[in-house]
């Protein structure tokens, strides 16, 4: 195979060794590349293409998530929960609020999670600190389901990685805390 032009994906068979020969009649003559502006084009297109797929595939998880701990937050709901979770919450160097992220990403997803964690104001350590939390312990209800078809008990294993996730935050809160 020989390669023709700036398209990577551009190529044709390797001409034969000897004179060249014509083309034979009713052959299609061989089409020019398409050159860098072509490629570039193309490439652009399904770059765009796919960086807004991506986006509205994280916007309609993250805007509503954002969106109901504001309500919450207004309703008194999240200062209830505050009150609640502030013990546990404590131990790893956060918020009571932030039990709310917590639990959206513990039962949703990490985006979700990541839209109800930008309501509330936590500084850059406290939002590590969450973060490790919710990506060791995220979508616990899909995944458990998934393992128990897969012969697991997900329910224990959805409570090993909360508590692991618990851990690894407390101990990510205490080494920052020595820096």
């Not at 109800?116 to 973060?131: E, F, P």
């Amino acid at each position: 195979m020989e390669y023709t032009g700036d398209d990577p994906t551009s190529v044709r068979p390797a001409a034969a060794p000897g004179p060249p020969s014509a083309a034979p009649s009713g052959a299609p003559s061989p089409q020019p590349a398409p050159g860098l502006g072509g490629g570039l084009r193309r490439d652009l297109r399904i770059g765009v293409k796919a960086g807004l797929q991506t986006f509205w595939e994280l916007a309609r998880v993250m805007i509503p998530a954002y969106g109901a701990t504001l309500v919450l937050e207004r309703l008194g709901v999240i200062q209830w929960l505050a009150q609640l979770a502030r013990p546990l919450m404590s131990l790893l160097g956060l918020p009571g609020d932030a039990a709310v992220p917590l639990m959206v990403g513990y039962v949703l997803n990490i985006y979700a999670a990541v839209g109800a964690m930008q309501a509330l104001d936590l500084s850059a350590q406290q939002i590590t600190v969450l973060a490790i939390a919710i990506l060791i312990g995220h979508n616990l209800l899909v995944e458990g389901a998934v393992l128990h078809k897969a012969g697991m008990n997900g329910f224990a294993f959805g409570v090993l990685r909360v508590v692991a996730g618990l851990a690894a935050a407390a101990v990510a809160n205490l080494l920052m805390g020595l820096f």
